[in-house]
């Protein structure tokens, strides 16, 4: 789940975005990417170059080998991109010449630098620090998800995180980024979290959107979204799909399932005779309930573990409100972060190792 940033790149100039915010898009994606002392990332498009190349500061050609030359548009370092961004188009030798001509009717005066020019250029000599103390700050800065990620990446699907990192809000970009949104996207077997910083104010734009927080924010950028629409699904597809999870994923039998004022609970039996039931209420909105219940196998009303999202026990947990009762039969109160989201499919680990657990200790 990769984002490949020269597509992405490219997706930014396609949607009118001028070189200097499509270069703010990479930037929130740089600081993940720091294994030279620039990032290059070529381009295609001769119109797109140009679009770079009006809002860089720095712009030259530097010769690869005996037969290539890269056409290079330099962004300078930010605060929250440690190394230099080089939007650069390739071109042999005997098409350098032409390029120079048609660029310079652009109103651009490329000229050649060398290897040394080019070190300093990119500021090579100080990669190493800056590499340092970038990700010395960022660990620091996200020392307080740290916990929330990790767990999430033990019970749950998640593979992978992006944080777009920003000084400034991403959605407005003028006003100070105090607060982070979270956005997770997943395939049938792996999902990647998707963070960015925003202001207060358009914190509660993107609680109250009708969309996702990735829709939200190509919304506010202008960016066409059609691509990262969320799709909403009827009660009746979802029950259909739930059924056919319990089915194929989790090896029950004999499914039934109620539905009442927008909630819906499936109950379900295992081989082993431990019964499961699983409720929600919002499935179609940003703001979901749910609860997974795993009862004994000799006495289906006896509860031995829930995992729900109510919010009564926040101040027990270090990443809430999602939380598991893992010691039910003696005390319901006793409670610790499940960082699961109340979705099947991304937190079927930690409920299939949770119903392996007790199955095994009747063994």
Sequence with gaps: MKIDIKEF???????????????????????????????????????????????????????????????TALYEITETAPIPRGYFIRKKIHEVIPYIQSMKEQGFNFTVIHDEEFSKAIYETTFEARKRAYLDEKEK??????????????????????????????????????YQVSTTMATSDKSMMMLYNVCPKCLDLAKNFNGSNIEFLLNSLGVNNESFKSEEVSDEELFKRTVKFFKNNLKCKNITYTIKKGQYEISAFRKSGIKIIFRMQGANQKKISYAYMLYDKKNNSKQLVRYDSADHHNNKLTSAPDHIHYNLEENNNDVQSSFLTGFLDLDLPEIKRKIQELEQSYK
């Design 9 to 71: 790149a490219s997706f930014l100039l396609s949607q009118g975005l001028s070189g200097e915010d499509t270069d703010l898009g990479i930037q929130t994606l740089t600081g993940e990417i720091l294994e030279n002392p620039m990032l290059g990332i070529e381009i295609f498009k001769t119109n797109e170059f140009i679009t770079l190349t009006k809002d860089s500061k720095k712009y030259f050609i530097y010769q690869v080998g005996l037969q290539e030359f890269y056409f």
């Design 141 to 178: 800065k996200l020392s307080y998800l740290k916990n929330h990620l990790d767990g999430r990446r033990s019970n749950t699907t998640l593979k992978g995180t992006m944080l777009l990192n920003s000084k400034h809000c991403l959605s407005c970009r003028d006003a100070l980024a105090d």
